[in-house]
């Protein structure tokens, strides 16, 4: 339209190893501006239908390489990603809104990680073996990859979460359509170019950008496309669900959170206010390990709002690219108004609203004065039946409530349909490995936050998911398995 300046960046699909234009497109914004600077391809089936069949068409010679000649082409990738870090991170957080010290220090070094943890990871699968004396037979499993995997991603940590995909997915052998969200699709683009320099042969890795409406949706309903990997919402998991469920396809779903934070009166509270206040508010609370609810038992709960809202005000918003900042923009225009509704409701509810929204004033620079941006907000008094305490709100918004007992404490946090990551804060460890055993909640964080072992198991219980991603995980779901009787 007239209002595009020539400036625009224009994406394109990445296709069989070339950059393909589309015949129409969907705007995206720069969250820190109100501005649109950036058209993405608006792909639908003839698009993924292209991408699927360059991706067969590259399956039989990329599945027969030996797992150490994938390893090293991985290892190559990741080496050019790191070499344009800065290049990334400026892109990612002018797409996204997030800081750029976040897109520097945890979003960018993560997407090489995920390549070169997967580039080792490959080498040391072991497959079982039984024997039967009795009967004079061996048994052994192997494993293959499976084909063509859809890998659908979300807008919070684009190429984090994208290439926690995308790198086991290849790493065991498989080819992949990829669709990034419409919303942040910069880096997924950028990536899109380093390919053919790290060796990843033509077809490989398809990346088709639009809708989730049209692209995914028909990622999701090609025949040949026997597995689908999506990290998003529940209501697109149950969507996915029902429309891949007459393929009969494999499907993983990293889901939703309502996160609690249990914090006993005996936890080092030194630590665990800026802790919290971190788990609150990172990214915007655009992450979907993000706490929410915060239990605090009651000998120490004034004390505990109080440094804990001190906390929370010394985090700056404004400009991503500032490095003072630590909140940066949320994703859009409409996730804003959603955020602020939540808060709204809580205040309508009689609920206390303790700092940010509709209490502090938000400066923010002359150009950003179209951005979406908010303050952290710390609700406190808000009942466990409210929207708030139930409903994932993703953004900067966290509740404050008080508790008596473990017992009520382990049985409030489990009272939500979600079950993604947990924290307990205690000095007790009995009491830390019991809570623990009955949160349910596929991750568990003890006196800490986010301190993630790539090996081991991630992903949600209930709501929050399905299936689980790690070193051993991810190899399992990304290949077939199958069990061999040798009589002799
Ligand atoms: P979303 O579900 O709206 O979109 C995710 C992706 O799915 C996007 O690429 C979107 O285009 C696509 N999509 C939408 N509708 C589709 C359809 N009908 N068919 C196929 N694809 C479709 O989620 P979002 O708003 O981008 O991301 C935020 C959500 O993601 C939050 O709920 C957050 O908790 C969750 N999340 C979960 C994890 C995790 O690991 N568990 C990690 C990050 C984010």
Known sequence: TMAHSKALLVLENFIGGKFVPCSSYVDSYNPSTGDVYCRVPDSGKEEVETAVKAAKDAFPIWSSKSPLERSQILNKLADLIEHDLEAFAQAESKDQGKTITFARTVDIPRAVHNFRFFASSILHHVTECTEMPTMGCVHYTSRAPV???????????????????????????????????????????????????????????????????????????????????????????????????????????????????????????????????????????????????????RGIYSEFLKRFVAEAKKWKTGNPSDP?????????????EKVRNYVKKAQAEGARILCGEGVDPLALPPGNQKGYFMLPTVIAEVKDESCCMQEEIFGPVTCVVAFDTEEEV??????????????????????????????QSGLVWTNCWLVRDLNLPFGGMKASGVGREGAKDSYEFFTEVKTITIKH
């Open 147 to 297: 084909g063509v995997a859809g890998l659908i991603s979300p807008w919070n940590l684009p190429l984090y979460l994208l290439t926690w995909k995308i790198a086991p997915a290849i790493a065991c052998g498989n080819t992949v359509v990829a669709k990034p969200s419409e919303m942040t699709s910069v880096t997924a683009w950028m990536m899109c170019k380093l390919l053919e320099k790290a060796g990843v042969p033509p077809g490989v890795v398809n990346v088709v950008f639009g809708t989730g409406a049209k692209a995914g949706e028909a990622l999701v309903c090609h025949p040949d496309v026997p597995l689908i990997s999506f990290t998003g919402s529940t209501l697109t998991a149950q969507r996915i669900t029902e429309k891949s469920a007459p393929h009969c396809k494999r499907l993983s779903l990293e889901l939703g959170g309502k996160n609690p934070a249990i914090i006993f009166d005996d936890a080092d509270l030194s630590q665990c206010i800026p802790t919290t206040v971190r788990s609150s508010f990172a990214n915007q609370g655009e992450i979907c390990l993000c706490t929410s609810r915060i239990f605090v038992q």
């Open 324 to 336: 003072t900042v630590s909140v940066g923009a949320l994703i859009s225009k409409e996730h804003l």
């Open 410 to 439: 382990i049985k409030r946090a489990n009272s939500v349909k979600y079950g993604l990551a947990a924290t307990v804060w205690s000095g007790n460890v009995g009491r830390v490995h019991r809570v623990a055993h009955r949160l």
